[in-house]
């Protein structure tokens, strides 16, 4: 293949569109996924919540809120491993918007009907969302073949 100080202004061009479109498009596979997983994890804890209210429980239980962290550090794996897997460069960056936009729109916009929230409870869980997002991106991208990942030379 030629290097791209050989290649035409076209070819430049599908290039730079597809190194955009692999950001782009990957990051989005990983916002759909990663919140389609978030939903019904917050949808399970709301179950779990009226479950336990209709059994005359307290509403403010800690099992709840656990099961908030947990689905959001496993919501944040997935997302980190679609863009790991599949990003062509800079797979931190990536991920970590990939997790912290549907974070902070969720908590901004859709209070998912759980017990109320604390405003450390939602710093925690788009922290958990964002910290394993980047970590699993970045473990899956080196374990790829170095002539898959857009750094030059070992990393």
């Known amino acids: 293949m030629n290097t791209s100080d050989q290649l035409g202004r076209f070819d430049r061009s599908t290039l730079v569109l597809w190194r955009a479109s ?25 179950a779990v919540d009226l479950w336990w209210t209709a ?45 912290a936009l549907p974070g902070w729109f969720a ?6 009907g759980l017990v109320p929230k604390s405003a450390r409870l939602v710093v925690l869980v788009v922290l958990v969302d964002v910290v394993a997002a980047v970590l699993v991106a970045r473990r899956s991208w080196r374990r790829r073949p170095l002539a898959l990942r857009g750094g030059r030379g070992p990393q």
């Open 22 to 46: 692999n950001l782009i498009v990957w990051a989005a596979a990983a916002v759909v996924v990663g919140g389609f997983v978030a939903y019904t994890a917050a949808n399970l804890a709301r």
């Open 55 to 99: 059994h005359g429980f307290d509403n403010e239980l800690t099992i709840v809120r656990a099961l908030e962290v947990v689905a959001s550090g496993a919501s944040g794996a997935l997302i980190g491993a679609i863009v790991g897997r599949h990003v062509y460069r800079a797979p931190e960056v990536v991920a970590l918007i990939s997790a």
């Open 107 to 112: 908590t901004r916009v859709y209070d998912f």
